[in-house]
């Protein structure tokens, strides 16, 4: 079964756009995907098929019966319209043939989908093609009218080639006429790359864009090439879900790494471009958290949408947009830059507003991040300053990452009600398989709430991961004789990965309980050996100050306390001085173990834990160090 976006035909949709629609998700293979409708470059083709082994192919749908054509040549035909009035309108061969090569000209100008040398230097990497789809008429009938002129049968699929129902249907032939609607017919050698299709993606659709990197186009010879850095296109199930959450109130529930941060960043996105009138709110607890969405807010929506009409001369323009249309704020800078209060206010302020006599900002549109970490009174308050006729308010949280006590519910403290408006994202989309397993087995074996699990959509309960789309090295565990080795371990490891692995400073992150004890200065050290090791790095939880203006892709290893690491996520996370966990002096345990569940999911390809003392977390961590030395000695003693 196809993967279709959207995941349901509109109602609006004519018949035989609807059949076509069911036909195509049914029949074609699994990795396949299916846009109906979709907006490409101010053109709206009706349907854009992409495959692995196929390229890529635009559909034309037309509902025309034989009383419908009066006169036809390859440019131009002459219909009845539905009003009984004669018509001309474009030939449809010409219609899918110019949205196909609209496309094709948007996908030359980048680099990395067309061959840079040999005899098809320029030209795209995989076939794309282009067919019309009559749904009222059959072959009999292009018989019988001799229609076969100018209505190639190549090019063309007719009602009953896309019917189940017709005797004549068959899910060979269907397929087999999609492989050849194509202008130089050729089959891919090697079918295309995940990286490759989203790069498709990500031109033709820039409402999927994320925060790749964006280098103004150089010329090269006569095409225009793009530089496209780490582009990172949005799974398509999340593409979908942040297209179809509706209006009013929605409630997202997810695993770490499931992309609810993005989602959300994409629903301000589209509330933006929808209501341009609109004032809309982001909030979350953390500071650094809130500075890594402006920054991805800031390259969605300075992006336009279309990379290759850009006007490089002219400055900044949607510096409005983001700073008066679209506020992101951490939720305590928003009680004092916006409502002039102090958290203590709080009760005061409500029974203020409830007896109508406070003064305070309204919003369109408000969408909280990280929602389990914010308390009854702090929804309560957020919820009453929300436009009662729109009611657009999204909740995304996840109830394994709490570290804050907050007990509350949904519907007491916001007065709406969630039934029927929440999604439950179970898959993990940020970490390795191999990093999500790790994680999850401590979270089980140390947490009491894992036996709250969540098994059905409810609200409260903990989400367990159910999938994850990919591999990657085991989580590293060490143990070293001091903190003094331990960091020169980490370090070294830091130097290899970034020489063996390509993996830039930028993307590394080290993670600590405590900055300093009793016995030594846990920052010192990181900063020396880091130091002495020629590593560059930035302190971002140092102070407010440095929260707010760390800068995500700066080449520099990121330093950081798991707290304020929430919602942010890098290449390769070391969390040292494990042995600080649980930490003696916090009496709430349960919060140690979120926030080292929540410090592991930081990572998405490497993850390292290192430790030179003893605790509760270390001796389980020893235990899984044990059984992996033990199996790697028993399957070299059966290797040999």
């Not at 609006?12 to 995907?33: Q, V």
């Not at 770490?256 to 909030?283: E, V």
């Not at 279309?306 to 006007?311: A, E, G, I, R």
């Not at 996840?398 to 949904?410: L, M, W």
């Amino acid at each position: 079964m196809a993967y279709t976006i959207p995941e349901t035909i509109r109602s609006s949709a004519t018949a035989g756009e609807r059949l076509l629609f069911r036909t195509l998700k049914t029949y074609l293979p699994d990795d396949y995907i299916v846009y109906y409708e979709p907006e490409i470059r101010g053109r709206r083709p009706d349907f854009v098929i992409i495959g692995p082994d196929l390229g890529l192919v635009v559909l034309e749908v037309k509902d025309y019966t034989l009383s419908t054509l009066l006169h036809l040549n390859n440019d131009e035909w002459t219909i009845v319209s539905s009003a009984g009035e004669q018509a001309t309108v474009k030939s449809p061969f010409k219609q899918a043939r110019d949205n196909a090569f609209h496309i094709v000209d948007a996908l030359k100008k980048d680099k990395n989908l067309v061959h840079l040398e040999g005899k098809y230097q320029f030209q795209l990497k995989f076939p794309y093609g282009y067919g019309v789809v009559f749904t009222r008429i059959s072959q009999k009938d292009l018989v019988k009218k001799q229609l076969y002129p100018v209505v190639d049968p190549n090019f063309c699929l007719l009602r009953d080639e896309i019917d189940p129902d017709k005797e004549t249907f068959s899910e060979e032939v269907l397929f087999e006429k999609i492989c050849n609607m194509f202008v130089v017919p050729y089959r891919l050698r090697t079918p295309l790359t995940k990286e490759e299709i989203d790069a498709i993606r990500y031109h033709l659709f820039p409402e999927v864009r994320i925060s790749a990197e964006f280098r103004p186009p150089m010329p090269y010879q006569d095409q225009v090439l793009l530089s496209l850095h780490d582009i990172k296109a949005m799974d398509l199930h999340q593409e979908n879900l942040a297209k179809q959450l509706g209006d009013k109130n929605r409630l997202i529930r997810g695993v770490a790494g499931s992309g609810k941060t993005l989602i959300l960043a994409s629903r301000a996105k589209l509330l933006a471009k929808q209501h341009p009138d609109w004032k809309i709110l982001i909030l979350c607890y953390n500071i650094s958290l809130a500075q890594g969405i402006r920054q991805m807010l800031h390259h969605m929506l300075h992006e336009p949408d279309s990379l290759f009409d850009f006007d490089f001369t002219k400055k900044d323009g949607m510096a409005k947009t983001v700073g008066d249309q679209i506020i992101v704020r951490n939720f305590h800078e928003w009680l004092k830059h916006d409502l002039k209060i102090l958290e203590q206010q709080i009760p005061y302020i409500l029974e203020k507003i409830d007896k109508k006599e406070a003064i305070l900002p309204m919003y369109d549109a408000i969408l909280v991040d990280e929602g389990q970490d914010f308390s009854s009174d702090w929804l309560a308050l957020i919820s009453k300053l929300l436009n009662p006729a729109t009611k657009s308010l999204l909740l995304v949280e996840d109830r394994a990452q709490t570290i804050y006590k907050r007990k509350r519910s949904y519907v007491q403290d916001t007065g709406l009600s969630f039934q029927g408006r929440s999604k439950v994202l179970t898959i993990n989309y940020r970490n390795t398989a191999q990093i999500v397993k790790f994680a999850w087995d401590f979270y089980r074996e140390h947490s009491v709430l894992s036996n709250k699990v969540a098994q059905r959509e409810f609200e409260g309960e903990i989400i367990a991961p159910q999938s994850t789309r990919r591999k990657g090295p085991e989580p590293a565990i060490v143990k070293a004789e001091n903190f003094g080795q331990e960091m020169q371990i980490v370090a070294k490891q830091m130097k290899r990965l970034r020489e063996e692995k390509n993996v830039p400073y930028s993307e590394m992150l080290i993670l600590y309980r405590v900055k300093r004890t009793h016995k030594q200065n846990i920052i010192d050290v990181i900063k020396r050996t880091l130091e002495k090791e020629q590593i560059p790095y930035y302190w971002l939880a140092e102070d407010e100050t440095t929260k707010r203006k760390f800068s995500r892709d700066e080449e520099t290893v990121k330093i950081s306390t798991i707290e304020s690491s929430k919602g942010l996520d890098f290449q390769a996370v070391f969390i040292v001085n494990v042995d600080n966990m649980p930490f003696a002096l916090e009496e709430d345990r349960e919060r140690e173990v979120s926030l080292l569940y929540i410090g592991m999911t930081r990572a998405k390809e490497y993850l390292c834990l290192s430790y030179s003392g003893e605790s509760e977390f270390t001796r389980y961590f020893e235990q899984v160090r044990t059984s992996r030395l033990q199996k790697k000695k028993e399957e070299k003693v059966n290797g040999s």
